[in-house]
């Protein structure tokens, strides 16, 4: 198969015959199979915007050989690709099959796990179309068949989904203690692991909150946010002001009348340190107000000073290790 032909089959660029017959072919082939896995995931790097499409053939052309794709594409160039992006995209396995009538009936053990580091955040569309955004320091995971056989994710983080609509396969969240079921709709999900409360803001449409065993425990409406808190095993519902909660996806931080001890948590996942507090009295102080990140961050850091009980701040750098964040 032709370097372009397998490039326009992941791209999904040609006519439904077209794929079908490159699909096909692929389908039949394990090197094929395992060399338009890797593409995809060059694929969903370049959907960050942090990679040209230029850029991409470029890193596409190393891989061919002999008018063919090269066998072993191996790991030194796909590390090569992966440094023009935020996130690491381990896969293993197809991203999904589209057009052929040979479906794929076992994926177990087959996932693709997105990994966003502290400090970053980044954009990807999955492969039934919806699109989803992740915050620093999150993780989401979903299998090899996402989109044919179900649309089951993970999340360990927090990620804004934008979910393209699909009333025969539901869109299922996994938070590991409750489950976000829906068709298509905007939703923000934070269920960090370290963190007690997890929570779903619901921008528009609608979503029901699962438990394991299947029980619809509530449907939220839009503007609602529904506060799981992990130890108590209590669900609650309230009205809120969704762009507190989903802004981050556009690199602003708004918060109104939130704990120290929140802004704090927030401003060590965006940039990446360790912050010590000093006065642990101080933790439930509320701030209102708003952050931007492409702000530095001693900036922010003199807002806080000026805006608060804290009268100093200081940054500690170390090697090999998160800076220290000193407030007095």
């Given at each position: ?11 999904e660029s040609?006519?439904n ?5 490159a ?13 338009y ?15 040209s ?14 008018n ?5 594409m ?5 590390l ?30 087959q ?5 966003v580091?502290?400090g ?8 039934d179309?919806s ?8 993780r989401?995971?979903y299998?090899?068949?996402?989109g ?7 999340i ?5 989904f ?18 976000v ?6 939703f ?28 619809v ?13 992990k ?5 609650i ?17 708004s ?17 990446n340190?360790?912050?010590i507090?000093a006065?642990?009295n ?5 701030f ?7 702000k530095?961050?001693?900036?922010i ?14 940054i ?13």
């Amino acid at each position: 198969m032709e370097l372009n032909e397998i490039i326009k089959y992941t791209s999904e660029s040609g006519t439904n015959e077209e794929l079908l017959d490159a699909g096909k072919v692929i389908w039949n082939d394990e090197d094929l199979r395992k060399d338009y896995a890797r593409l995809k995931n060059v694929k969903a790097l370049s959907a960050q915007g942090t990679i040209s499409e230029k850029e991409l053939k470029k890193q596409l052309n190393i891989a061919h050989q002999r008018n063919g794709m090269n066998r072993k594409m191996g790991r030194r160039i796909f590390l090569e690709t992966l440094k023009y992006a935020a996130i690491f995209i381990a896969a293993l396995g197809i991203g999904y099959w589209l057009f052929s009538d040979q479906k794929p009936t076992d994926f177990t053990g087959q996932n693709y796990v997105v990994d966003v580091p502290f400090g970053e955040t980044a954009n990807i569309q999955l492969p039934d179309g919806s699109h989803v955004w992740i915050n620093s320091g999150s993780r989401i995971q979903y299998s090899a068949g996402f989109g044919i056989q179900s649309r089951e994710i993970a999340i360990d983080g927090e990620a804004y989904f934008d979910v393209a609509k699909n009333k025969t396969i539901p869109f299922i969240v996994n938070t590991g203690r409750l489950q976000v079921e829906v068709t298509g709709t905007q939703f923000n999900i934070r269920n960090y692991g370290e963190e007690q409360l997890m929570e779903a803001t619901l921008v528009e449409g609608e979503i029901r909150l699962t438990s394991n065993g299947g029980k619809v425990l509530h449907t939220l409406n839009p503007e609602e946010q529904a506060i799981y808190s992990k130890e108590a095993n209590e669900l609650i519902v309230k009205k809120v002001n969704i762009s507190n909660y989903t802004t981050w996806k556009d690199g602003v931080m708004s918060f109104e009348d939130i704990p120290l001890k929140q802004l704090i948590r927030n401003i060590e996942l965006w940039y990446n340190v360790d912050v010590i507090l000093a006065d642990s009295n101080l933790e439930k102080e509320l701030f209102t107000g708003v952050i931007l990140k492409n702000k530095p961050l001693d900036q922010i850091l003199k807002v806080l000073v000026v805006s608060s009980e804290i009268h100093s701040c200081r940054i500690e750098t170390k090697i090999g290790a998160k800076s220290q964040v000193i407030l007095k």
